[in-house]
């Protein structure tokens, strides 16, 4: 009978996995975590940034490092629910209609400029993101596992846009930014892409099918009552919060515990620290939030969480 393996060997996988992102994504080392994170806690992740610091990179990064499957679906204001999910077509040898999967099917999907796509569109989405699967005239196709949306959206450029709505935003695990490099880090980016880019070189460290498992152990991670109830009270802050318009919703609570489990999880830790809360509220809370003063954006939103965070006293446990 083997031994169990130990929280050291369980969490290898995953440090391995950021490790070799960390490769392609140079000088961002909290937001490749995060993404990390997301993944890990069956979560989606939202990216608001400006063109050319690395978004897409980091969705090709992260599919090719689990050997998993990768699409980009670039979101245009003519793209139609069905090019997204999927059609019934009739199939002229087998008499028959048949389901003809979209470029949703598959382990990891960039959502480019999601919201450059109609509402119509972005709502094609919903159901993959909350339950994992599509439903098309009436059969319904669960997709594949792990399956992990990265979106993105242009904070600067907003004419022929069209602002996700509160119910897709909720969907979305976190949200972060990457932001511009330093000067060191640029010149070293540069330097790496003169013969080629990094990432045509590197390899997978993790099968797609190892990705579950992962996930088991990290909802294995203790979560103490009193950080538990600063969770919840957290988030219940921003309900309360004077600026905002509306809190965040119960789903937020249920992603700012799981994504504390993982970032103790990644850490060689098998409980969750006041301090894992706290370092994931913003990216997980922010987004779903509505500043009163509307329009100021996911800027003002991360402000107005990080306020409460400021105020709010912390359990010690």
């Known amino acids: 009978m083997k031994d169990q393996p130990g929280m050291e060997e369980k969490r290898l996988p995953a440090r391995a996995l950021v490790d ?9 080392d909290e937001q490749v975590n995060l993404a990390v994170i997301a993944l890990l806690s069956g979560g989606h992740l939202l990216i608001e940034d400006v063109p050319g610091v690395g978004k897409t990179m980091l969705a090709r990064s992260l599919a090719l490092s689990i050997s998993g499957t ?11 629910p069905s090019d997204v999910t999927g059609t019934v077509i009739y199939n002229q040898k087998a008499s028959d209609f048949e389901f003809k999967p979209g470029p949703v099917f598959a382990n990891v999907v960039l959502a480019d400029e999601i919201n450059r796509a109609t509402p119509r569109t972005q709502s094609s989405l919903l159901e993959a993101m909350d339950e994992g699967q599509v439903t098309a005239d009436g059969t319904t ?39 511009y490099p330093s000067e060191e880090t640029e010149r070293e980016i540069v330097e790496s892409q003169l013969l080629e880019h990094p990432v045509n070189t590197l390899h997978s460290v993790l099968k797609a099918e190892d990705i579950p498992q992962i996930q088991r152990n990290c909802r294995e991670v203790k979560v103490h009552n009193d950080v ?33 489990q993982v970032r103790a999880f990644l850490n060689g830790r098998d409980f969750v620290t006041p301090d894992d809360v706290k370092a994931l509220a913003v990216p997980v809370l922010s987004h779903r939030v509505i500043p009163a003063a509307r329009g100021r954006g996911l800027a003002e939103a991360r402000s107005l969480v990080q306020e409460i965070l400021d105020r709010l006293p912390v359990p010690v446990v």
């Open 70 to 80: 990768y699409r980009r679906i670039q979101f245009t204001p003519d793209l139609l």
């Open 228 to 260: 538990l109830s600063y969770a919840v009270s957290l988030v219940r802050s921003t309900r309360e919060k004077e600026g905002l318009y509306l809190g965040a919703s119960p789903r937020g609570t249920i992603f700012l515990v799981r994504t504390a």
């Open 141 to 179: 196709h669960p997709l594949p596992r792990p399956f992990f949306v990265i979106a993105t959206q242009n904070p600067v450029e907003y004419h022929g846009t069209y602002p996700l709505p509160e119910g897709q935003l909720d969907r979305f695990c976190m949200s972060i930014t990457l932001g």
């Open 20 to 28: 070799n992102i960390r490769r392609v994504i140079r000088g961002k």
